[in-house]
């Protein structure tokens, strides 16, 4: 079975300051992993995702995510965290044995302090 | 990317009546759509998956009669929630993916508020 893990329920940040939001998961094969940001009242936006190829993925907004297959992880980050950044973020894994069935993190609420 | 249209965005019932949800991807084709529920400052908790063509695969305590899923085409399915409840009251949100590959982006609609007084 496959799962995700999102240690914290909330992150706080000065704005300007760099963030991270963490993830970690566990699936068996090869995972594909994905970062989805939702702001209130609101679906979810895709924001990056991880196949294959580099480690370290950029995506929309200034977000980037590095995978890290030794520690199963799959952290989000930005360089200088904006207000507007506030949201949830979700984090999901699916893995490549055939289920196409994604599995969710319980979200990291970001609150990026002016 | 790819454009996921979910209709309407709020609708209160009655308790007893039924309500419908559509969820449209709007420049691809879905051969599979999720749909969730989500309470408020929660995560997602998936409902079912439905295929196009094929019965919704539903996931363990969630009512197939009470939730009707259909997804006819490859770019409508729908929700009816019938006989609606308060306790139904709820964020519901749908997803869909292009066929093919398991490193596929899902897109999200932009989720239903759904009030049954």
């Known amino acids: 079975a496959q799962s995700v893990a999102q240690p914290e329920d909330q992150v706080n940040v000065a704005e300007g300051n760099p963030l991270t939001v963490k993830c970690t998961y566990s699936?068996?094969?090869?995972?594909?992993l994905f970062w989805y940001v939702q702001y209130p009242n609101r679906g979810l936006q895709f924001l990056l995702k991880?196949?294959?190829?580099?480690?370290l993925v950029k995506g929309s907004y200034g977000f980037e995510a590095e995978f890290n297959k030794s520690q199963t992880s799959f952290h989000l980050k930005k360089p200088s965290a904006l207000v507007s950044d506030s949201a949830l973020y979700f984090c999901?894994?699916?893995?490549?044995?055939?289920?196409?069935?994604?599995?969710f993190g319980r979200g990291t609420s970001l609150i990026v302090h002016p | 990317g790819a454009v996921v249209s979910q209709h309407p965005s709020w609708v209160i019932c009655k308790s007893g009546t039924s309500v419908k949800i559509e969820c449209r991807s709007l420049?691809?084709?879905?051969?599979?759509m999720f749909w969730y529920r989500q309470f408020p400052k929660q995560s997602l908790m998936l409902m079912a998956t439905?295929?196009?063509?094929?019965?919704?695969?539903?996931e363990q305590g969630v009512e197939k009669d009470k939730f009707l899923i259909n997804h006819a085409s490859l770019t409508l399915s729908t929700l009816t929630v019938t006989s609606a409840h308060p306790e139904d009251s709820s964020f519901y949100i749908c997803?869909?993916?292009?066929?093919?590959?398991?490193?596929?982006?899902?897109?999200f609609g932009e989720g239903s508020w759904l009030t049954v007084v």
């Open positions: 997803s869909a993916q292009n066929r093919g590959k398991a490193g596929n982006t899902i897109y």
């Open positions: 699936v068996s094969g090869n995972p594909y």
């Open positions: 991880y196949i294959t190829g580099d480690n």
């Open positions: 999901a894994v699916r893995g490549g044995g055939g289920s196409y069935i994604p599995t």
């Open positions: 420049d691809f084709q879905a051969t599979t």
């Open positions: 439905s295929n196009e063509g094929s019965k919704a695969t539903y």
